[in-house]
């Protein structure tokens, strides 16, 4: 197909579909003359993903730029493409030096992790991530307890179970990495939806005076 | 305190508390000469939620001042800034027109929350970023089946009814609006990573070479 085409099936506009040509988020086509390409299902398919990560996921260019080199280069195993592309979805929070405070949190995210029996990496930025945020809240006075992390360990856990199981045997390599590509730029923004939703369900439960909650309802 | 003092026990450079002064995002301290003005531990504790609001929670100026806005109106009942909040820290996505896909995953998304019986408003932002997700998936052939959508709900649910139990009756008005805050920008940070260690944890089981696991363990 032509790039106008291309544009009307993905709803992606041609001056967007060219920007993403030339930072090399999209293989180019294959030209048919000096001002013309032509453009395979591939690229639709390809273009769609760019999309959603950087619309709907708000992956940053140089982010999406990363996650695909991963997803395209056969080299790699599946289990080691699937780490990688972990630390190319997530940013990497550095640990800051001689924080008591750091440490502190560091230490209960690393006992929570190896009291779970979780597989994962010593150095998967979401260690940090998850530090950063047990870090913050004792420092803002607010300390998560550890009834608190492992409910949320057992959510996440959830969550994840149901993640991966929609990966199909007859998968191709390709399949597998773009759809965790997808879960983790798209159903965590589910995740966190879904978090905020509950919450504003149970602080109405908690905190609305009776007479408030049909006006709630009708969306007052 | 001077500012040099709240620089010390914030670990903001002065520099950056200057910034925020001028942005509006720290209220002036009572000036005590033409170039000195003195601070309190009110100040300091502003100090280090805008510091976590901006750098844990990535929220962006124009976001942390709409939440401080909020948090310190006293005119709104706690209920009513709650659910203010909850809108002031969330982007709001706006809904497509004419898109039959978002129309159907707008469809699904009210149908699981009316299913679930939640108190959550009509026009609540995360209602749109929910749909976003679940239109983004079906359309890159992904579709998220009910029984993943209720399993993330019930995740969700359990990680909010923490959230909310750690309010204590004594709680004033301000300390429950900070905490509400913190919790939307950092417990949701820490959910996020949660999410993505345990299908790391998930996928390490089922996709990792039996040979591999222990080194993945060691952290390879």
């Known amino acids: 197909m032509r790039i106008s085409e291309l544009a009307r099936h993905s709803g992606v506009p041609v001056a967007t579909i060219k920007f993403y040509l030339r930072e090399g988020l999209l293989p180019k086509g294959e030209a048919t003359s000096a001002t013309r390409a032509e453009y395979t299902g591939a690229h639709l398919r390809r273009l769609r993903l760019v999309r959603a990560l950087v619309e709907v ?7 999406v730029r990363a996650v695909l080199r991963v997803v395209d280069d056969p080299a790699t195993d599946l289990h080691r493409a699937l780490g990688t592309l972990h630390y190319a979805v997530a940013d990497d929070p550095p640990a800051p030096e001689d924080d008591p405070g750091w440490d502190a949190a560091r230490r209960r995210t690393d006992d929570l992790l190896a009291g779970l029996g979780w597989r994962v990496t010593d150095h998967a930025p979401d260690r940090r991530r998850l530090t950063r945020a047990v870090a913050a809240m004792a420092e803002l006075g607010r300390p998560v307890d550890d009834g608190a992390l492992r ?7 959830t969550a994840a179970e149901h ?20 879960v983790s730029a798209l159903m965590e923004q589910a995740m966190t939806a879904l978090h905020r939703l509950a919450r504003e369900d149970v602080s109405a439960t908690r905190f609305a005076a009776p007479g408030e909650r049909g006006e709630r309802e009708r969306g007052g």
Chains 1, 2 share one sequence.
């Open 151 to 157: 409910a949320y360990a057992a959510a996440a856990h």
């Open 57 to 63: 996921g708000d992956l940053p260019l140089s982010r």
């Open 163 to 182: 993640d991966v199981a929609r990966i199909g045997p007859g998968d191709t390599r390709e399949e597998v990495l773009e759809y965790a590509v997808l």
